[in-house]
């Protein structure tokens, strides 16, 4: 913690330079509008704005990227309390008490718990950051080339968490996008690979038509076939700092979901929905009254926030530590470093301090403003709800295609982006989920050129996998996660069947 000390305040030094308060400003407003408007998302929004990170300095980009993700778990409370719907993912189970409780003229109450329980899981998240992430870093300086290859071995299983109804679709979706990073150049020989000729696949599939296109488009497409139609509770909104009562029955919830989401968050694949469903969970199975859940009990707006919040922060551990992405929204945070040259990981605290603790630090402050900005902004946000989205969807169109067109001024681009929204309008529609091909994508070329590193060291023999223990027990674990889903239940099937036998 001593040593922790100077290396925050040196965050501070970087993180209240003009610069980096204004991106740190225009990433949280930009993530609670896109949180309060439904059917946008933190993913597709991070996406549209990627190609502005290029004209930014590497620090006020990531920081601006990650005010995007955390800002959006503030503003997705708003629509969940006052039209019953989820401005984001996470937010789908405030539904279930916040709305009630605007029907029963405690709408104000509800946001300010929400904004407040927010504020505190945010802050208590980035101490954890500070606390945990330059002792795992300092760890991870033990890695070579065979360790880092374990360790994305290990990362690619994150593909039978990312699942949904099959992991077999799951892992479909990984192994095209380990083909897709295969285009462009050979790391080690400059060979083209599968580029037919063409310049524009001669440096591979961009990232940024990829993830626009499977996100921003694909998602535009779904809204607009589906509808998005909200009904906005107009009753008056009062009191939005909660009484002495309240605060007493959130106060346990906010600490409990805090630390629950914060630990869900490091997991792979786990984001910032599980934890809000689990803290729910929590809440209601320990509550005195578990009858009052559903019919607007603030201790199920106050835990779910909280945690969502959290998790954020938990997922910024294992990508700035390790250079592991939990979930897709890290995976997109880790696009905005590889284009700035910078590569996420142990080394990040040694080369690049000044992006470490200056992330760190914009967090605490972009906490503070999202408190500032949600409570006085309510009636805006509500107004903003109103607008339909028949007016939206062509400007999200418009911004993704302006987007992906200045990344390299091609056109071709373009083209690639829009034929990946169909692709990706397709995979929604046939239940194939886009996250495991973007994270096989992102990791696809970091693990060939490490194991194409690691047999040059070893001469050609795998066993160097095994005579480094950390490598050894990455990639154990890594058989562990794939083998023992499929293991175990056969055995207890085996055992129940001898169990059957044995009684008659």
Not at 389 to 396: D, M
Request: aromatic share 8%; charged share 10%; hydrophobic share 55%.
């Amino acid at each position: 913690m001593d040593l922790a000390l100077p290396a925050i305040g040196y965050g501070f030094s970087i993180g209240l330079q003009p610069l980096n308060v204004l991106a740190c400003f225009v990433g949280v407003f930009v993530g609670t509008l896109i949180g309060v408007l439904p059917g946008i998302g933190p993913v597709a929004t991070m996406s549209i704005l990627f190609p502005v990170t290029y004209a930014m300095t590497p620090t006020a980009s990531i920081i601006m990227m990650a005010g995007i993700y955390y800002g959006a778990m503030y503003g997705g409370s708003t629509t969940s309390i006052l039209a019953n719907i989820p401005g984001e993912a996470a937010s789908v189970v405030t539904c279930l008490d916040g709305y009630q409780m605007a029907r029963q003229g405690l709408a104000g109450p509800a946001l300010g718990i929400a904004a407040f329980g927010s504020f505190i899981a945010g802050t208590a998240s980035v101490l954890g950051i500070m606390l945990l992430g330059p002792p795992l870093a300092a760890f991870a300086l033990r890695f070579g080339p065979p360790e880092i290859f374990a360790l994305l071995m290990l990362g690619f299983t994150m593909v039978t968490y990312l699942a949904g109804a099959s992991k077999l679709k799951a892992v479909a979706m990984a192994l095209v996008g380990l083909l897709l990073a295969t285009v462009g150049l050979d790391p080690m020989t400059a060979t083209p690979r599968f580029t037919y000729g063409t310049i524009t696949l001669m440096d591979g599939v961009g990232l940024v038509p990829i993830i626009m296109g499977l996100f921003g488009i694909a998602e535009v497409l779904l809204n607009i076939e589906r509808g998005v139609h909200q009904e906005i509770f107009n009753a008056p909104i009062q009191g939005l700092l909660p009484n002495r009562a309240q605060w007493r029955a959130s106060a346990g919830p906010i600490a409990r979901g805090s630390v629950l989401g914060f630990v869900l968050g490091i997991l792979p694949g786990i984001g910032s929905i599980i934890p809000t469903f689990l803290s729910y969970a929590l809440e209601k199975r320990i509550a005195r009254h578990p009858e009052r859940f559903g019919h607007g009990a603030i201790e199920g707006v106050a835990g779910p926030e909280s945690a969502n919040n959290a998790a954020t922060g938990g997922s910024m551990i294992p990508l700035l530590t390790l250079g592991i992405p939990p979930n897709v929204v890290m995976a997109v945070l880790l696009g905005a470093f590889l284009v700035h040259g910078i590569q996420p990981g142990p080394l990040l605290v040694k080369e690049h301090p000044e992006i470490f603790w200056g992330v760190i630090a914009s967090m605490y402050i972009g906490n503070v403003m999202l408190l500032v900005l949600n409570l006085p902004l309510i009636g805006i946000w509500v107004q903003l709800l109103k607008v339909p989205y028949r007016v939206l969807f062509p400007l999200i169109l418009l911004f993704c295609i302006i987007g992906v067109y200045t990344v390299s001024t091609n056109v071709w681009d373009i083209v690639i982006m829009l034929a990946f929204g169909a692709v990706g309008y397709l995979m929604k529609k046939f239940d194939y989920e886009p996250m495991p091909l973007v994270l096989a994508y992102v990791l696809g070329r970091l693990a060939e050129e490490s194991i194409r590193q690691t047999l040059l060291v070893s001469r050609g023999s795998a066993a160097i996998f095994l005579e480094r223990p950390i490598a050894a027990a990455f990639l154990g674990t890594a058989a562990a996660v794939v083998v023992l889903p499929i293991v175990l239940p056969r055995v207890r099937t085996t055992i129940g069947k001898l169990a059957t036998i044995k009684e008659s």
